[in-house]
């Protein structure tokens, strides 16, 4: 009687096994045969868009508060 009881652990945990191994291979197929593949451009010959060539920086006055003292 406790031998039955062993040997029905034995086999859920190689169905176990047995199951994940089979899904880390399939996943692992997957990966390697996905065509999600994009083309690599090497050489970029194009110059930079230069959107303004000059910085202006506001001028600003420098005012004090009165403090009151």
Do not use: E, H
């Not at 406790?2 to 034995?10: P, V």
């Not at 191994?21 to 110059?47: A, E």
């Not at 230069?50 to 005012?63: E, F, K």
Request: glycine content about 4%; charged content about 15%.
């Amino acid at each position: 009687m406790y031998f039955a009881g062993y040997l029905t652990q034995i086999t859920m945990l190689l169905t176990i096994t047995l199951i994940l191994f089979g899904l880390v291979i399939i996943n692992l197929l997957l990966l390697k045969f996905s065509c999600n593949r994009t083309k690599r451009v090497t050489k970029i010959d194009k110059k930079p868009v230069v959107l303004r060539t000059r910085i202006t920086m506001p001028t600003a006055s420098q005012t004090l508060a009165p403090t009151g003292s």
